[in-house]
T-cell receptor, first 113, second 112 residues
Framework: EAQVTQNPRYLITVTGKKLTVTCSQNMNHEYMSWYRQDPGLGLRQIYYSMNVEVTDKGDVPEGYKVSRKEKRNFPLILESPSPNQTSLYFC????????????FGDGTRLSIL | AQSVTQPDIHITVSEGASLELRCNYSYGATPYLFWYVQSPGQGLQLLLKYFSGDTLVQGIKGFEAEFKRSQSSFNLRKPSVHWSDAAEYFCAVLNRDDKIIFGKGTRLHILP
C-alpha cells in the first residue's frame, strides 16, 4: 500500500530537548515536504526536498532542520524545541514536485511544554 | 506575493443540499490551483487540480471546481453533499518559486 508514514503520532516534551520526527514514503517519490498546521493559519511549509541531498527552506524554517540522505526518508529535527513549535506536523511526498498530487502522512501532534 | 483567500472559515449545509466553497487567489500569470480535503485525524488528500485548458475541472468524490480568471476564483462545488463530506477543505496555489501556498481552510459541517 502506498503511504507516507510519520512517527511518532503524538509527542509531549519539554523546551530544549532535541527531538526528531521521522517520515518515510514507499512510493519512490523524488519530492518530500514538511508542513505545520495551526488553527486559523492553515498549512505552512517548513522545508522541502526535491531529491536526495537537496533541501530548501519553505515559509517557516526557523527552529527546524531536515536531512535527505535517502530517497525514502525525510526526518524533521527540532534541535532546541520551544513552546511556539507546538503544532500539528505533516509530511508529504510527490513524484517530482509540489505541482503534482502530494500524498500526506496522518500527522504528528507535538506539544512543547 | 502570491496568496490564497478562503473567505469562509465555517460552512454548514444540510445533507443532500448543494455546496459551494469559495477560493480567491492572487497571482500574475496563469496559476496552478488545487483543492485538498482533510478528514478528521488524517492528512490531506487531493480532490482536484487546475493547470490549464478546460476551466471546469472534475475531481474525486463527485467534486468539481471552476476557474474564473476574471474573478480570480477557483470555487469548489458539489451538487449533493453526503455526511461523509464533513471535513476541512483547503485551496492552494503554486507560486513562482514552485512552492505551494495553502489557504487557511474552510470547515464544512453537514446537518442530518
Amino acid at each position: 500500500e502506498a503511504q507516507v508514514t510519520q512517527n511518532p503520532r503524538y509527542l509531549i516534551t519539554v523546551t530544549g530537548k532535541k527531538l526528531t520526527v521521522t517520515c518515510s514514503q514507499n512510493m519512490n517519490h523524488e519530492y518530500m515536504s514538511w508542513y505545520r498546521q495551526d488553527p486559523g493559519l492553515g498549512l505552512r511549509q517548513i522545508y522541502y526536498s526535491m531529491n536526495v541531498e537537496v533541501t530548501d527552506k519553505g515559509d517557516v524554517p526557523e527552529g527546524y532542520k531536515v536531512s535527505r540522505k535517502e530517497k525514502r526518508n525525510f526526518p524533521l529535527i527540532l534541535e532546541s524545541p520551544s513552546p511556539n513549535q507546538t503544532s500539528l506536523y505533516f509530511c508529504a511526498s510527490s513524484l517530482a514536485g509540489s505541482w503534482q498530487p502530494q500524498h500526506f502522512g496522518d500527522g504528528t501532534r507535538l506539544s512543547i511544554l | 506575493a502570491q496568496s490564497v483567500t478562503q473567505p469562509d472559515i465555517h460552512i454548514t449545509v444540510s445533507e443532500g443540499a448543494s455546496l459551494e466553497l469559495r477560493c480567491n487567489y492572487s497571482y500574475g500569470a496563469t496559476p496552478y490551483l488545487f483543492w485538498y480535503v482533510q478528514s478528521p485525524g488524517q492528512g490531506l488528500q487531493l480532490l482536484l487540480k487546475y493547470f490549464s485548458g478546460d476551466t471546469l475541472v472534475q475531481g474525486i468524490k463527485g467534486f468539481e471546481a471552476e476557474f474564473k480568471r476574471s474573478q480570480s476564483s477557483f470555487n469548489l462545488r458539489k451538487p449533493s453533499v453526503h455526511w461523509s463530506d464533513a471535513a476541512e477543505y483547503f485551496c492552494a496555489v503554486l507560486n513562482r518559486d514552485d512552492k505551494i501556498i495553502f489557504g487557511k481552510g474552510t470547515r464544512l459541517h453537514i446537518l442530518p
